[in-house]
């Protein structure tokens, strides 16, 4: 599933959910984090283990419903059962874990002989 977690111009692709009070959730310093519909629905589909794609432009909430998309695996998954994983270096600063190619072991594909160790040749 695709959100864009909310913008002053809704697209055509984005999620219509009807208008409810905001959901709470506990962050791990045990403060609540309000979620807006699409937050949450997009947590929801997460928990029931399917892929979500968020976007949507600075400010939006992207942070906190990842944030809150991790609390619940933290507190439902062993530690070696999941991975927060980025595409840059920056995002996996963020997520405190690596970067997907680190993760896989490959690294960035730059030549030719770098394909081949990623596809474990």
Not at 46 to 71: H, Q, R, W
């Amino acid at each position: 599933a695709s959100f864009n977690t909310g913008t002053s111009q809704e697209s055509a692709a984005s999620v219509s959910v009807p208008i409810t009070p905001p959901s709470q959730n506990s962050s791990a310093d045990g403060s609540t984090v309000t979620l807006n519909p699409k937050q949450q629905q997009a947590v929801d589909i997460a928990k029931d283990g399917d892929n979500v794609f968020l976007t949507g432009p600075a400010g939006t909430g992207k942070s906190k419903t990842l944030g809150s998309i991790m609390e619940y695996l933290k507190n439902t998954y062993k530690h070696d059962e999941w991975a927060a994983v980025g595409p840059t270096g920056t995002v996996a600063l963020a997520l405190g874990g690596p970067t997907i190619h680190r993760f896989a072991g490959c690294g960035v594909p730059v030549e030719r002989k770098d394909f081949k160790k990623c596809w474990g040749e």
